[in-house]
Nanobody, 126 residues
């Protein structure tokens, strides 16, 4: 049974930092690209960052470049999202998704991911 479990969310003041984790089980982790998406209240889920199964150059949405860093530890079956200089606009539920052998061209398309976690809430106060 495949499971993705996010953790690390919470309440933080603007300018603060959080590190999210996405721990995977029940799947050949090294064959999956992992993406982070977020959903703010009243808005659609949007792409945040992703790393391919091969660990190639990570991808970010423009609004988080230079503030967020995605990394994967294949030994721990875990992907991390380090979030710095947080702003209230970063508030939302953050989900990680796994897509088998998803190539760089498709990382931003949430419909192509095979599995999703339950999400972790991130709230940034002003």
């Amino acid at each position: 049974q495949v499971q993705l479990v996010e953790s690390g969310g919470g309440l933080v003041q603007a300018g603060g930092s959080l590190r999210l984790s996405c721990a995977a089980s029940g799947m050949p982790f090294t064959k999956y690209s992992i993406g982070w998406f977020r959903q703010a209240p009243g808005k659609e889920r949007e792409f945040v960052a992703a790393v391919t199964w091969s660990g190639s150059v990570p991808h970010y949405t423009d609004s988080v470049k230079a503030r967020f860093t995605i990394s994967r530890d294949d030994a721990k079956n875990t992907v991390y999202l380090q979030m710095n200089s947080l702003t209230p606009e970063d508030t939302g539920v953050y989900y990680c998704g796994a897509g088998q052998a998803l190539s760089e061209a498709w990382l931003r398309n949430g419909a192509l991911y095979d599995y999703w976690g339950q999400g972790t809430q991130v709230t940034v106060s002003s």
